[in-house]
């Protein structure tokens, strides 16, 4: 029997079989980010399970929350409040996604509950208000029983129907008239139920697949012939058939009962991937990407978690796709910045979550790339992932033929961005009605410092990163150690006064394109014009069928792109993501230009490239020419090693952000102090401002850190956080391995 009193919500405990509950609340902040106990009132006790959410009484508020544990006939003789209601039904964070957060947490240091709902669509996350819907179905059958009520032959043809099937949609009874169903119901005979549905919809069709070539072949045995937890790099060149070889692999897992996942960069995530494994899956399959709405996102979490779709296709937060029995996960594109997520926390890499759910599901983890990351690729060659190659394209057709046009000379004569070889060889593809694909190199936001009229680029003297131009105060700066100096106006190298701002759309492309070639049909594709629901997908199908001549882009034309009349793809400007002040920068560069190169000649017709660039003499650019990964791997990492950068040394970029510039600057300085005095193994730079220095009157600046074995740095990191967990004049965050830190 219970014995207590209950004043104004709060219960006084005395004894009893009390059910007492751990719950996470919705809200993060350092300060809050414990569980806190409830009471669960009698009729909700039989609901309650580890991983649904409730909702609670917080302080003045309400709020929803996690159940983390169930402290089952607790004896507490302190106050605790009642849950206020629950949830679901299901389970929405199973043990082992539960377990994720924990682990996620430990190497993030964001709170547990940012660890959680960033696994979740917006429908699932423990958020006051927001209200997602699921969707039903009208569905009518017998009722059991006699039938002996006296019917029209209508609705005898009616009840026929449902005898028949069992159970029958409202939308299959066009027919019928609605008055014979209505009465049908009123008398008992049928009965009306709502079953939930889906709002996105797969072909079941099949298509054939292809025999897989030799070296195929070898790659999917290799992988086949070892059990359990394994990570791969798959590095096969553009059009080598890494995503038959995938499709393989997870095909083999489907015939163990067992479910995969597909990670692709947002970017490539196109309608044409889908519609592969569509074909080879059915309705097996669930795509997730930022394009579904939170209706569709939710209906797709549910038919992964039920056990109804076991192969997710999807971009970053895919990862933590509630499948059961994982036999599969593929990375597809490796090397994509996009798998790390950035700009909030947790500050995740999909990458990480791979690799821990692999060893929790004890299945391979694949990650393919035709330019792997150097951090992937120094560990296969450690041997600590086991490496795949495929060397060849599958046609047998040769990578194509690489021009490089240096745009020094060539910019006398050319025609707006088109060098006169650019103009010569559009002209030619137009004639023989073959596409062309144009890539406008758009990195990032940073505008880099240069000379118009010899391209020679400001850099750091310190750091070999070039320097950031800041036009509040006309400067220009190093964003990793802080130098700074005037932007001059004329040009150190070749006198000219014709320094300026880089900077250029693909509108202005597209007029030069029209002018040039009247006849040309072009199709422009970036951020803006993408952003409506299915605009990619018209666009992407209208290009296949040769309804245009060009295809115009942003680095959202580099990627998974598989077209066979393509034949000659130009990079109007090759530098810009060069000159981004990024340690990675070269490798970026040297990875989007060969992947776009790739989209050239991938079928039968042989391809050509052609790449425009001020700085013809880089690395980066030569071995792209070349199809030369390993050349341009060998170069990278000695540079890497001179300069203290991963793969030879980790990365934390602490971000220190507030309103008042100087009170975030003074508090900046303390916490480089700090780190200082106790990080005695670790290379501290900074604090310097942020490229993007002020955002919605937020001031940034950046600490990095660069070590190879730190053992206080855990501790020594989450004791600075702590001490501003109360203080809303800062925000102190932290991001290992950054994907980017200008
Ligand atoms: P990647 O992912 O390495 O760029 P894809 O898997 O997209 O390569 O393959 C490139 C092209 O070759 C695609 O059009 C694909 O359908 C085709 N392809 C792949 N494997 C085979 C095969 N074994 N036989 C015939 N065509 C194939
Ligand atoms: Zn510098």
Not at 49 to 59: A, D, L, N
Not at 370 to 390: C, D, F, I
């Amino acid at each position: 029997m219970y014995d207590f009193f209950c004043y104004f919500g709060i219960i006084y405990i005395d004894g009893g079989d009390t059910l007492v509950i751990g719950v996470l609340v919705e809200l993060s902040s350092k300060n809050i980010d414990k569980m806190f106990d409830y009471l669960v009132p009698k009729h909700l006790q039989e609901f309650i399970k580890v991983g649904i959410r409730v909702e609670v009484p917080f302080g003045a508020q309400t709020l929803e929350g996690f159940v983390l544990e169930i402290k089952d006939k607790n004896n507490t003789d302190y106050e605790l409040k009642e849950i206020l209601s629950i949830k679901d039904n299901d389970i929405i964070l199973n043990d082992e996604l539960l377990e994720l957060g924990k682990v996620m947490q430990n190497k993030t240091l964001a709170t547990l509950i940012s660890c959680y709902q960033v696994m979740l669509p917006k429908a699932l996350k423990a958020k006051q208000g927001s209200i997602v819907n699921k969707k039903f179905d009208t569905y009518y059958r017998l009722n059991e029983g006699e039938l002996n009520v006296k019917i029209t032959s209508k609705q005898e043809e009616l009840v026929n129907l449902c005898r028949e099937k069992g159970l029958v949609k409202r939308s299959e009874l066009v027919e019928i008239s609605l008055s014979s169903l209505n009465t049908l119901i009123k008398k008992n005979i049928l009965v009306e139920e709502k079953h939930e549905k889906y709002r996105l919809s797969y072909s079941k069709e099949i298509g054939t697949k292809y025999p897989l070539t030799d070296d195929q072949v070898n790659v999917v045995e290799e992988v086949l012939s070892n059990d359990g937890y394994y990570p791969y790099l798959l590095h096969g060149v553009t059009g080598s058939g890494k995503t038959e070889v995938y499709m393989e692999l997870i095909e083999d897992a489907l015939s163990k009962g067992k479910s995969s996942i597909v990670l692709v960069p947002e970017i490539s995530l196109t309608p044409q991937m889908v519609e592969r494994f569509q074909k080879r899956f059915g309705d097996n399959i669930a795509a997730l990407h930022s394009a579904l709405s939170d209706g569709e996102k939710y209906d797709e979490w549910r038919r992964i978690a039920r056990g109804e779709a076991s192969i997710v296709i999807g971009a970053r937060s895919a990862i933590f796709a509630p499948l059961k029995d994982i036999g599969m996960i593929i990375i597809d594109e490796e090397h994509s910045e996009s798998y790390k997520q950035g700009d909030s926390n947790p500050r995740y890499s999909a990458k990480d979550v791979a690799l821990i759910r692999g060893k929790y599901h004890n299945c391979p983890v694949i990650m393919g790339s035709a330019t792997p990351s150097l951090e992937v690729m120094a560990r296969s060659k450690k041997g600590v992932y086991k490496y795949l190659s495929l060397p060849n394209r599958v046609n047998g057709k040769k990578l194509p033929l690489v021009r490089i046009i240096d745009m020094n000379e060539e910019i006398k004569s050319s025609k707006g961005h088109f060098s006169r070889n650019l103009v010569t060889s559009i002209n030619d593809k137009l004639e023989k009605g073959e596409q062309v694909i144009l890539l406008l190199n758009r990195r990032g936001y940073a505008s880099f410092v240069t000379c118009k009229s010899c391209g020679y680029t400001f850099k750091c003297p310190n750091c070999d990163i070039s320097l950031t131009y800041h036009k509040s105060s006309n400067t220009m700066r190093c964003h990793y150690c802080g130098y700074g100096t005037k932007v001059y106006s004329t040009c150190p190298e070749c006198h000219e006064k014709s320094i300026s701002d880089l900077g250029v759309g693909t509108q202005k492309i597209e007029e030069e394109i029209s002018e040039i070639f009247p006849n040309a049909r072009v199709v422009r594709m970036d951020f803006d014009t993408t952003s409506r629901k299915g605009a990619h997908e018209k666009m992407i199908t209208a290009f296949k069928n040769h309804e245009y001549d060009i295809l115009l882009g942003t680095q959202i034309v580099a990627k998974g792109l598989d077209f066979s009349n393509v034949t000659l793809v130009g990079v109007i400007n090759a530098d810009t993501s060069l000159n981004i002040p990024d340690f990675r920068s070269s490798e970026n560069t040297f990875s989007l230009l060969s992947q776009v190169a790739g989209r050239s000649g991938r079928s039968e017709k042989t391809g050509e490239v052609i790449i425009q660039t001020f700085n013809p003499e880089h690395y980066a650019i030569s071995y792209t020419k070349m199809h030369d990964y390993l050349g341009f791997y060998n170069k990278e990492m000695e540079i890497r090693k001179t300069l203290k950068y991963p793969p030879f040394y980790y990365l934390c970029h602490i971000k220190i952000s507030g309103k008042d510039m100087e009170y975030v600057s003074k508090e900046a300085d303390k916490i480089k102090r700090a780190l200082t005095r106790n990080l005695l193994n670790t290379n501290i730079l900074g604090p310097t401002p942020s490229t993007i220095f002020r955002v919605n009157n937020i001031y940034r600046f950046g600490i990095i850190l660069k070590y190879k074995q730190e053992e206080k740095l855990d501790e020594t990191l989450l004791k600075i956080i702590d001490h501003y967990k109360g203080n809303n004049k800062i925000k102190v965050d932290v991001d290992f391995n950054p994907s980017q830190i200008y």
